[in-house]
């Protein structure tokens, strides 16, 4: 009963602060982080008291919840590849390939410096810096997808290639992590065999799934068209979007992947307009009328305010290197690329939004112990999870606002 408690105060607040979000301007994204900071803050003096009373004490570790916020990135990607069209990322490929690979080199480039010089030299002084460049080195993709939604400009030029190099930033991610993973379990980076292990595995999927997608997809579709139970056309989209997320993660992929591809494939060339728009709604309606306000919530509620006062100088640099990583390494590829410059820096900013993916990484150094070495009971070790969960929300709560500000200012179509 106590999820239930938690998922009725977390859907009214969300709701509420999204609309006084949208009232002043903002994208609802922004309303739905604050709801779940100013719950996380309110109830962390009492984390092991009353907070239980609410249900509250612990719930980033219950695991029906953390299906739930699974479910709500789900839902996100999966509608976001449905209002995607494949031929305009293709057409782009290049310069979201190019974006990706300068806004995952210099933030990680970045991030490694700030944590070698700041983190005390010791046997595992490579691993935590590397920790660090790896934390801003990847974009949250559900939470740039929500941001570019809310301001309609998903299907922009702009958008597209945030988004393609959003995908192409999440595979380069996989790499990283098994990097960072091999580090943790084995204090030895992994080896040539298992990274193109790794490559092949990002091969097979997309292959496999464009198969699918552009033989079998439109066989399907035209079934559609005869079937009496109209109920059944979104049963066929989830099921084909499960299976995708099952085969990623049975690859070893994040699931999120399957999820967007199996909407990406979707479209008016597979289905009739009436299907899709239907299809389309009924997803909307359940994405972000529960889901995603739910999942957003959540990465509010992590945040730790430890940092602020432990360890400033730090946590405002790793800030100031997360957005200038970002909004240098890609924004300027996409000038390299041939965009324009409203267009280059609303890229910089819109690949500048984290999140889960850094709680994710946080949470594997953490159980690893990283940050609970014998000896090392320096300030930046001891607090660098705060710092990385206070950097993902900042990052995330400030993208849209500054997003917004460009993409009026410049004129960016």
């Known amino acids: 009963m106590d999820l239930f408690f938690i998922l009725l105060i977390l859907l009214v607040a969300t709701r509420t602060f999204g609309e006084v979000a949208e009232r002043l301007g903002h994208p609802s994204l922004v309303g739905e982080l604050i709801t779940g900071i100013v719950i996380?803050?309110?109830?962390?003096?009492?984390?092991?008291?009353?907070?239980?009373?609410?249900?509250?004490?612990?719930?980033?570790?219950?695991?029906?919840?953390?299906?739930?916020?699974?479910?709500?990135?789900?839902?996100?990607?999966?509608?976001a590849g449905i209002e995607l069209h494949p031929h305009e990322m293709v057409k782009h490929y290049r310069a979201?390939?190019?974006?990706?690979?300068?806004?995952?080199?210099?933030?990680?480039?970045?991030?490694f410096g700030l944590g070698w010089w700041f983190l005390p030299h010791s046997d595992y002084l490579l691993i935590q810096a590397l920790f660090v460049g790896t934390a801003l080195a990847v974009t949250a993709v559900p939470a740039t997808v929500r941001i570019l939604m809310d301001l309609g400009r998903l299907q922009s030029r702009a958008g597209q290639v945030i988004i393609g190099a959003a995908v192409f930033d999440d595979?380069?991610?996989?790499?990283?992590?098994?990097?960072?993973?091999?580090?943790?379990?084995?204090?030895?980076a992994p080896s040539l065999t298992e990274f193109a292990?790794?490559?092949?595995?990002?091969?097979?999927f997309f292959a496999v799934t464009a198969f699918i997608g552009i033989f079998i997809y439109p066989r399907g579709g035209r079934l559609l068209k005869h079937v009496r139970e109209k109920e059944l056309e979104i049963s066929v989209v989830l099921i084909a979007a499960l299976a995708f997320s099952v085969f990623a993660d049975w690859l070893g992929l994040h699931f999120i992947m399957g999820a967007f591809v199996a909407g990406a494939y979707f479209g008016r060339k597979t289905v009739?307009?009436?299907t899709y728009d239907e299809v389309r709604s009924k997803i909307s309606a359940m994405t972000f009328g529960f889901l995603a306000p739910i999942f957003f919530a959540s990465v509010g509620l992590n945040l730790d305010l430890s940092a602020v006062t432990e360890i400033p100088l730090f946590l405002a640099l790793l800030i100031v290197a997360a957005f200038a990583g970002k909004f240098l390494g890609a924004g300027g590829m996409a000038m390299v690329s041939g965009l324009k410059r409203g267009e280059s820096a609303a890229i910089g900013i819109g690949m500048s939004a984290r999140g889960a993916v850094e709680l994710v990484i946080a949470d594997i150094a953490l159980e690893a112990g990283l940050f609970a070495i014998p000896g090392l009971e320096s300030p930046v070790i001891v607090h660098m999870f705060s710092a990385v969960v206070i950097m993902a929300v900042v990052t995330t709560v400030a993208t849209p606002v500054m997003l917004k500000h460009i993409l009026t200012r410049w004129e960016v179509d």
Do not use: Q
Request: no cysteine.
């Open 272 to 274: 009739d307009k009436r």
């Open 96 to 111: 979201a390939f190019a974006v990706a690979l300068g806004g995952m080199i210099l933030p990680l480039a970045l991030g």
């Open 171 to 188: 595979v380069l991610s996989l790499l990283l992590l098994a990097w960072l993973t091999g580090f943790l379990s084995a204090g030895t």
């Open 40 to 79: 996380g803050v309110a109830l962390a003096p009492w984390a092991d008291t009353e907070a239980h009373m609410f249900g509250f004490g612990g719930i980033e570790k219950n695991e029906v919840f953390r299906a739930v916020t699974d479910l709500g990135m789900f839902f996100i990607m999966l509608f």
């Open 197 to 204: 292990l790794l490559g092949w595995k990002i091969v097979i």
